[in-house]
Structure formats: structure tokens, C-alpha cells
């Protein structure tokens, strides 16, 4: 497998260095990528970088995984307008662990294997270096004049925030971090965002200055949405790949819903489908967009990769619940966690458990719950039919709600009209 065509066709490949490409096709070439562990998960920002190494590995190369313990510790000033908090080491620590793990299932970390990953740490070798060491050894190979003239470092220079000493050195820290794999691991390409062309740049030319080698380096594009919006940011913030900071249920809704435009291309870069399948599926898309082929593919396709087919499949599940015609047993065989889960953004109404004792007569409830604003509002929908209790009709036969109908012991779903849920919990 050619690297270099299979990410160019899927749109990720910005700038590369003369003489990438037929590197990796002479030999078993080994490649980093950079993680900073400014949180103990990766979100989806983080995919693409993934997604990299995992092409890297599947074409016979070797990845390395680099967490930034050093670099954290100093702040990447490329495309920030201000300076970041810097962590402790005790937090970054705790951070590495986190990333180490997500990292781990996404690549093969098997060991005695050629091409197996490795993960590093550059606070393991940062931590040797005193000061006057660094200046004396790495400072002196890149002259001011150079790193001046870097985009992350104009911008910055340029606005009334400025730039500190500390966020000035990370693009040499970065650099020396090249140099030190192509040294002690035989590293010869570095990849990343395109906003990190400057910082890469900088170690191969530490590489040429200090150890007389050649080294190479590709980006691919930052990803943005067809609507100006922040890619893999939600109402709710970001979208991390930790199944406890965004649920796979949210986790897949955030791939559903992406639009036409976007889908087309997130469909390249995010999933590991060939280019006929992918082809197909853009022209079925074309063919009839209205039922969404693309999206629903997208959604599947990633959720299974980041978590779990039965993860998707529950997500899947969770969708029909509130948009399509799921019945009253796929609800009471959820577990209160998933639940929650499918809930989450459905307006919550607690009531005491012992109004339940003799049954709520069904209009009390509708209005003391204030689903409705009136005893009589509550009344005219419950005769026309268009309420609904645990993805079941209300009838006019029923008069009454009961424990008998608690989900989970604590839950009811309250359904009014088409879209309108309540959940309510029972105290």
C-alpha cells in the first residue's frame, strides 16, 4: 500500500517534504505523531492524528505515539490567541496514563512485532537535560532570526497578548524531540495538523544542523465544519473518546447529524472503508439524500471504531427510542445507566413516590408535573390520543398512573405529542 496516495485521496495530506513518499516506499519507515496531554482523554480532534499513525501502521510502517510530559509543561502556542495554564506534573502524569490507554486500541502495541507502536514520553529524556545543557546543545543550531519567522510566532508578536519566553521555546522543545527519535529510534518522519508545519519544520532542520541527516515530514488539513462551526465541539463542549465524558449515544448522535457536505468528506478521513465502498456510498447518498445513507454509515462506522459494536448497536437503539417507533419492551430492557444515557438533554420532573400509593389520577399528574400548563390542556390531548407513557398510546381507558408503570422502579417517559419527552423520576 502506497501511504502517501491512500491518505491523499481521502483529503489528508496539506504540506510534504520533498523526497516523503519515496522514503516510504523504499523501506519500513518509522513516523511519529505528537499528543498533548492537557486531559486524561483524547476527544475527536485527536482522530485524525490517530487515524495517521493507524494508516502508518496498516501500510507496514512504524508509529511511534509521542506524549508531550515535557511539552505540556510548556504550552503549544500554534493557533492559541493567549497562553494556557500550565499543568502540574502530578496532573500530566495522570493525563499520559489516560491517553496511553485510549492509544492502546486504536494501534498495535504488540511486542517482538517489526512494525509494532511504541508510545514515548519526552519528559524521559527532557528530564536529563539541565538549562545550559539545552541552550548549549539545541539553542545554538536555530538562530532567532528562524523561529521569528514562524506563523504561530508572528501572530502571536503581532497581538496585545504577546508571547512569553516559555511558549517561545516550545517550537525548539518540539524540535529537539524529532531529533532525539531520529537519533535514539531511527525516526525519520514526523506528521501532525497542518497549524504544526512550523514546529516540524524546526526539527528537521535540527536533525540537518546538528546530526548532518535528512529527515521528512507531512500534515494533513485542520478539520472544519461546512458551517463555519468548531469541528467536535458541541452545546455541550467537546466530544471525547472516553465513553464517561461523552456517552457513545451522544458519541454516534454527533456523527448522525453532521450535514450533507460535511458527511462527504468525514467519511474519507474518519473511517477505514476502501474507496469503491466509500465511492457507492456517495453516490447513493446523491441519489437520495434524504435517507441519510452517509450519515448513518459515518455514525456506525466510527462509533465501532472508537468504542464497541455494542456500543453502536445500543446507540442505534437509544435513537429509535426518541425518534422513531421503538416499543415499550426495547425501553424497559434498557438498564438505568443507558437510560440516563438516551435522557440526557430530555427535561427532567422529580415527584414524590408515595402519590403513586393509590394512583395518580392521570390530568393531576399531567398538571402538577406542569407537562402542561392546565388541568383542562392536560385533559382535551389526554381524549384526543396524544399523549404517550413509556412509548405506549395513553388510552382513555387508562385513568390512572401507577408504580406499575415505573421503569427501572424510579422512571416514567412522558410522551406529548410528536417530539415533546419528559422524564420523570420518582423521589
Known amino acids: 500500500m ?10 489528508m495530506i496539506q504540506d510534504i517534504m520533498p523526497g516523503t513518499e519515496e522514503l516510504l516506499q523504499k523501506e519500513m519507515v518509522s513516523g511519529y505523531i505528537g499528543f498533548d496531554p492537557t486531559s486524561d482523554s483524547l476527544h475527536i480532534g485527536s482522530l485524525v492524528p490517530i487515524l495517521l499513525l493507524v494508516h502508518m501502521q496498516r501500510a507496514g510502517h512504524k508509529p511511534y505515539a509521542l506524549v508531550g510530559g515535557a511539552t505540556g509543561m510548556v504550552g503549544d502556542p500554534s493557533g492559541k490567541s493567549e497562553e494556557r495554564n500550565l499543568l502540574s506534573e502530578e496532573v500530566l502524569q495522570f493525563n499520559q496514563a489516560g491517553v496511553h490507554k485510549q492509544l492502546s486500541k486504536f494501534l498495535d502495541f504488540t511486542p517482538g512485532k517489526p512494525n509494532a507502536a511504541v508510545m ?4 524521559d529524556w527532557f528530564k536529563e537535560i539541565s538549562f545550559l545543557q539545552f541552550i548549549r546543545d539545541a539553542g545554538k543550531h536555530i ?15 503581532e497581538s496585545e497578548v504577546g508571547m512569553s519566553f516559555t511558549e517561545f521555546t516550545y517550537q525548539l522543545i518540539q524540535g529537539y524531540d524529532f531529533y532525539w527519535l531520529y537519533q535514539n529510534k531511527n525516526c525519520k518522519l514526523q506528521m501532525g495538523g497542518s497549524d504544526q508545519w512550523g514546529n516540524i519544520v524546526t526539527g528537521t532542520e535540527l536533525i540537518r544542523r546538528k546530526a548532518g541527516g535528512e529527515a521528512f515530514a507531512f500534515t494533513c488539513p485542520l478539520i472544519k465544519k461546512a458551517d463555519g462551526g468548531k469541528f467536535g465541539k458541541t452545546e455541550k463542549g467537546n466530544v471525547w473518546l472516553d465513553a464517561k465524558k461523552t456517552s457513545p449515544y451522544q458519541f454516534y448522535q454527533f456523527w448522525l447529524n453532521a450535514s450533507d457536505s460535511d458527511a ?21 447518498h446523491e441519489s437520495a439524500p434524504h435517507e441519510r445513507a452517509l450519515q448513518k454509515k459515518l455514525a456506525e462506522e466510527v462509533t465501532t471504531f472508537v468504542h464497541s459494536r455494542e456500543d453502536y448497536e445500543f446507540a442505534v437503539k437509544a435513537s429509535e427510542i426518541l425518534f422513531g417507533n421503538a416499543t415499550t419492551e426495547i425501553l424497559q430492557s434498557l438498564s438505568e445507566e443507558q437510560l440516563l444515557q438516551v435522557m440526557e438533554g430530555v427535561p427532567s420532573i422529580e415527584i414524590q413516590r408515595n402519590t403513586l400509593d393509590e394512583g395518580y389520577e392521570i390530568v393531576n399528574f399531567l398538571a402538577d408535573a406542569q407537562i402542561f400548563p392546565s388541568k383542562g390542556e392536560a385533559r382535551k ?45 420518582v423521589m
Open 143 to 157: 538562530t532567532v532570526n528562524y523561529m521569528m519567522a514562524k506563523d504561530s510566532v508572528k501572530k502571536r508578536l
Open 381 to 425: 390531548m389526554w381524549q384526543a390520543g396524544g399523549l404517550g407513557l413509556n412509548k405506549s398510546k395513553i388510552t382513555q381507558e387508562k385513568t390512572h398512573i401507577t408504580k406499575g408503570d415505573l421503569l427501572r422502579d424510579k422512571y416514567l417517559l412522558v410522551q406529548k405529542g410528536k417530539k415533546n419527552y419528559f422524564l420523570v423520576k
Open 264 to 284: 462527504t468528506s468525514w467519511i474519507k478521513i474518519f473511517t477505514l472503508l476502501g474507496k469503491a465502498e466509500i465511492d457507492a456510498l456517495l453516490a447513493q
Open 2 to 11: 502506497n501511504l502517501i496516495e491512500e491518505l491523499q485521496w481521502r483529503g
Open 120 to 123: 514515548v514520553n519526552n519528559y
